[in-house]
């Protein structure tokens, strides 16, 4: 049997480059597929950024120009192989070679480009895909310039468009992209309320649509979370699909993380130590028996923040402590540390960014809080279901589609969850949790069990992703 070739074009992937959890799965998701099935390659931009461990290993496969405005411009193709995925990077220092991933003023030119590249390319790598799948809104070019201006020379290429997010879908002036795009009319796919809208583009071309989980799919219909392009949602709803990431569980495994105080898997004792150890080293009143709330995130107002805020002072009333780590919104940071000041025995405000501390933090916590607005898929839930910390999730998005709220009568379930974006539902929500912890130990321990059986291996995704590739590709019928 030929295998599928499968090209994914992303902006990140890890760990070359992280800006986010859209690294995360482009870093995971290739790997997952079986090499025997599919032949599955990464193409992403060669930022300075990328540690020079990689840098030293790529060599180069070719080089070629492609038209920018009325220039040529260089592009240069590295490759790199791993974990049986072969990647590309796409070299051009004057608009990769800066600091960080993005931010420019010039980021709408960059991804042009980018886009551009990845279709040029294909015959200087020698590998046309059967489905070219791109990510968010810096490939949302590739699946449009492919039916409009390249589909005669890659007929059986089909392209398939993943929305990780909409709240970003790279919006532009018209006259600021007409040069770089080589058109003097706004083509109507392209087009919003008279601007470019390149994730519309994406939507409106791609032959198949997914977001990272079916409730997000279901969500971004509604004007609420659509962002602006609920409509045209609900107008592709017959190729769209919402599927649901996975986690690295060879990296986050409480069994083999080296950076936890005290490995574990099925040991509430050793998990308390976790807890101990780290409560020693912020500071904490020492306390197996406390329950530890734990938060770790983007300091964004789609995490959640302001109705953390608004019921702060009455969630530090309850018998527990709560250590956030996150950077972000400097709102949001020098309000937290200030709270945390007041409570010196019961809260921490960690604003940084540490990995490492990140993983001390999943095994330290009996309770994981993630109240988030919107939440296409989210993984730290995931990551800490792991680690035997409930979650206490808002219900929207992958959030609804991994917490199910425990059902004490029939052992079901492995979480707690609420439905409105109200900070007293959130706090009740806690209450329950806390209450829960310190009064009903045998429910608790059920609680605990379903988490940790909870699966999000990146096997499932993969095999539903290839059920799709298929399906559009006409390799099977459905
Ligand atoms: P998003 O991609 O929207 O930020 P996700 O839940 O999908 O949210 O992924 C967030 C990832 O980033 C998780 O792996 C989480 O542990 C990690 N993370 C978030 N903030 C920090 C931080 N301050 N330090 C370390 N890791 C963090």
Redesign the pocket.
Known sequence: MQKLKVLFAASEAFPFAKS???A?VIGALPKAFSPDEVDVRVVIPKYGSIPKEFVDKMWLVDVFYVRIGYTDVYAGIMTYKKDHVTYYFVDNEYYFKRPGLYGYYDDGERFVYFSRVVLEMLPFIDFYPDVLHCHDWQTALVPFLLKEQYQHHYLNTKTVFTIH?MKFQGRYGFHDLQGVLNIDYLPPSLEYYGEINLMKGALCSADLVTTVSPSYAEELKDPYYGEGLDGVMRDITYKTVGILNGIDTSVYSPKTDPHIYKNYINSIEKKRMNKTRLQEDLGLPVDPQVPMLVM???LDE?KGIDLITAVIHEILQLDLQFVV???GNSHYEYLLSDVAATYPNKMRSLI????P??HKLYAAADLFLMPSKF?P?????M?ALRYGAIPIVRETGGLRDTVQYFNASEKTGNGFTFATYNAHDLLFTIQKAVGMYHHDPDNWAALELNATKSDFHWRKSASEYLYFYKKITGNIKI
Do not use: A, M
């Open positions: 986010g959890g859209l995360d997010n770790i995130s983007r789609q780590l996150g950077t940084q960014f540490d990995e501390l990140s939440e898929c989210g993984l730290s839930q990551i």
